[in-house]
């Protein structure tokens, strides 16, 4: 029944996502919305643990990220450095009209981490589709990045036996670690061969070979978080998955990798 529910909820994502990597409107849509619910998603599992965040604030930022992206707003880095200033400023007065003093490291870390780990982050996806050859380079980042969730899912569940890294995740094996990675590298070959004039074979296979780690280190972070708040999935939004961050945990780390390769090293 699990896997059922599974089936038609990944089927809905791939077709919403098939049509943000055509369409760049509804890119822009649905990356903004993914960032929304996956940040609220952090903050209600920061908050499991008894720490008081500034979720409003957090959020109002949070989405004011993907959004100043896809409108592709001037702003420069002497305007990102007072953007960082002045929210780190309002922080500090929200913390101020509290009535009692209740841990202000961790509220306001906590509430900045958030909003670096998920809007600034995923929010590279729209970053890649704003390039001249876009939409296949999202196309690349999207296939290979989730062909590992989908290999280490399977291979974990027929040939799992040796716990990869049982403190953060028991149901995590290194049978499907490795299966999952195979599964990103067959998949980036294939990629390879029906687009070859965007980028070089041995750079795809070098490419398709990091982010295939990185994206299983994105996904065991994210299984860190969970556990360390003592909660299974990060939301119950999708059926048979869980909640947004347990299905972009992977490109969190993968997509801003991939856009600063492309833009910086290159």
């Known amino acids: 029944m699990n896997l059922k529910k599974r089936f038609w909820s990944s089927s809905g994502l791939i077709l919403l996502v098939g049509l943000a990597i055509v369409f760049y409107p509804v890119c822009g849509i649905l990356v903004t919305l993914l960032v929304g619910i996956g940040l609220l998603e952090f903050f209600n599992m920061v908050e499991n643990k008894g720490v008081k ?29 007072l953007f960082v200033v002045a929210g780190l400023f309002m922080l500090f007065l929200l913390e101020l009209t509290k009535r009692k003093n209740y841990e202000p490291i961790l509220s306001i870390s906590a509430t900045v981490f958030g909003i670096i780990y998920i809007p600034w982050c995923f929010s590279s996806l729209l970053r890649i589709r704003q390039l001249p050859d876009g939409l296949v380079l999202v196309a690349f980042l999207l296939a290979v990045t989730k062909a590992g969730d989908i290999g280490a899912y399977f291979f974990g569940k027929r040939f ?72 299974k999935d990060s939301g119950n939004i999708l059926p048979g998955i869980g909640g947004v961050l347990d299905v972009v945990d992977s490109l969190i780390f993968t997509a801003p990798t991939f856009y600063l390769y492309i833009t910086m090293i290159r």
Do not use: H, M
């Open 160 to 231: 799992g036996k040796i716990s990869l890294i049982k403190r953060v995740s028991p149901k995590k094996s290194l049978e499907g670690s490795l299966g999952g990675f195979l599964v990103s590298l067959l998949v980036g070959v294939i990629f390879s061969l029906f687009v070859k004039d965007l980028l070089f074979f041995w750079e795809k296979f070098f490419l398709t070979t990091v982010l295939a780690i990185i994206a299983q280190l994105g996904d065991l972070f994210e299984s860190l978080l969970k556990r360390d708040c003592n909660v």
């Open 53 to 81: 965040l500034f979720k409003t604030f957090g959020l109002l930022i949070g989405l004011f990220l993907p959004i100043s992206i896809y409108f592709k707003l001037p702003i420069n880095e002497g305007w990102q450095f």
